[in-house]
């Protein structure tokens, strides 16, 4: 049971457009969405969140986009980057367990390539 | 700063082999811990994470175990490796019950190939 997808597993856009990548879930209790950017042999690196009070977060070049009644939240890249070329994953995270901890529940990723 | 650390950072075993994996963290205490297995061409697994010192908390059965013998030490076992094993193993941490302990911070990773 997929409770976040990623349904595109790849995108190619030109330098200086703008990327959109796309996630969307099926619990309605998530509370926190977050954005994660993973090189090849790397650890995946925090790029950016949105609680779920809010509809955008903007920094930099990245903005996310939630719309709740969709359970849709997108990534904008503007101007893409050729460094910007990674594995993008979308997490959602669970309500706070009775342990204080959360969990995340990751989307299978989107390969973005920008190309020069 | 925090930082973590992940050690080795590629290993290829036998199967049946045993397998010892280490993380450790600098810069917090009392961090959440977490283990993830990333298989080729698929998201990240959750498998362990633990909010304390011997507390572990497992998400998928398999061979794999985890222990926490330290605040920023968390290790992942296996007694007999399996071919299904292979993956990239990435550890990572999160605040306690602080306000964005929902950010999780990953390692550089570990590349296991069993053979």
């Known amino acids: 049971d997929q409770q976040v997808k990623q349904n595109s597993p790849s995108l190619s856009v030109q330098e200086g457009r703008i990327s959109i990548l796309n996630c969307d879930y099926t619990n309605s209790m998530f509370d926190y969405f977050l954005w994660y950017k993973k090189y090849p042999a790397e650890g995946p690196t925090f790029l950016i969140s949105?609680?779920?009070?809010?509809d955008k977060n903007e920094d930099g070049r990245f903005t996310v986009f939630l719309n709740k009644s969709a359970k849709h939240l997108s990534l904008h890249i503007v101007p893409s980057q050729p460094g910007d070329s990674a594995v993008y994953f979308c997490?959602?995270?669970?309500?706070?367990?009775?342990?204080?901890?959360?969990?995340?529940?990751f989307g299978s990723g989107t390969r973005l390539l920008v190309r020069p | 700063s925090q930082t973590i650390h992940q050690w080795p950072a590629t290993l290829v075993q036998p199967v049946g082999s045993p397998l010892s994996l280490e993380c450790t963290v600098e810069?917090?205490?009392?961090?959440?811990l977490y283990w993830y297995r990333q298989a080729a061409g698929r998201g990240l697994q959750l498998l362990f994470y633990?909010?304390?010192?011997?507390?572990i908390s497992s998400e998928v059965p398999q061979n794999l175990s985890a222990s926490r013998p330290q605040d920023r030490q968390f290790i992942l076992s296996s007694k007999k490796l399996l071919l299904s094993d292979s993956g990239f193993y990435l550890c990572?941490?999160?605040?306690?019950?602080?306000?964005?302990?929902?950010?999780?911070?990953f390692g550089p990773g570990t590349r296991l190939t069993v053979t």
């Open positions: 810069g917090t205490s009392n961090p959440n």
């Open positions: 949105i609680s779920s009070i809010k």
């Open positions: 633990s909010v304390g010192i011997g507390q």
């Open positions: 990572a941490w999160s605040g306690y019950r602080s306000l964005s302990s929902y950010e999780q911070y």
């Open positions: 997490a959602a995270t669970s309500p706070l367990l009775m342990d204080s901890s959360y969990k995340l529940i």
